[in-house]
């Protein structure tokens, strides 16, 4: 079992930054696959990123086309932490912002942005942006 524990959401106006941390529990951290998703109100929850393990130390990452660029996935094994860098935030990127994972080699590269694909979820931390 897996617990996921996201910090740094909050308040920012357009064009600012945050940067959110997702704490997971486990010693196998570096080998599941690490994912990022929001929902905004009203919507349905949308990729933004994830780093999906490959083997050894070595991740493939994948970006939501509309976030590449302004939003960047990374991860510290060491601290069993994943990061999402938001940089030049925008009205529309106000949501709750999940942190997502998926157990080693159970998630096929065709299915990463697809939130039913993943095992474990956060409780999901707010971001709020205004203009």
């Known amino acids: 079992q897996v617990q996921l524990v996201e910090y740094g959401g909050g308040s920012v106006q357009a064009g600012g930054s945050l940067r959110l941390s997702c704490v997971a529990s486990?010693?196998?951290?570096?080998?599941?696959?690490m994912g990022w998703f929001r929902q905004a109100l009203g919507k349905e929850r949308e990729f933004v990123n994830a780093l999906k393990w490959i083997g050894g130390s070595t991740y493939s990452t994948y970006y939501a086309d509309s976030k590449k660029g302004r939003f960047t996935i990374s991860r510290d094994n060491a601290k069993n932490t994943l990061y999402l860098q938001m940089n030049s935030l925008k009205p529309e990127d106000t949501a709750v912002y999940y942190c997502?994972?998926?157990?080693?080699?159970?998630?096929?590269?065709?299915?990463?942005?697809?939130?039913?694909?993943?095992?474990?979820w956060g409780q999901g931390t707010q971001v709020t942006v205004s203009s």
């Open positions: 997502a994972a998926s157990g080693p080699g159970r998630l096929n590269s065709d299915f990463v942005h697809t939130s039913g694909a993943y095992d474990y």
């Open positions: 486990g010693r196998t951290f570096s080998s599941y696959t």
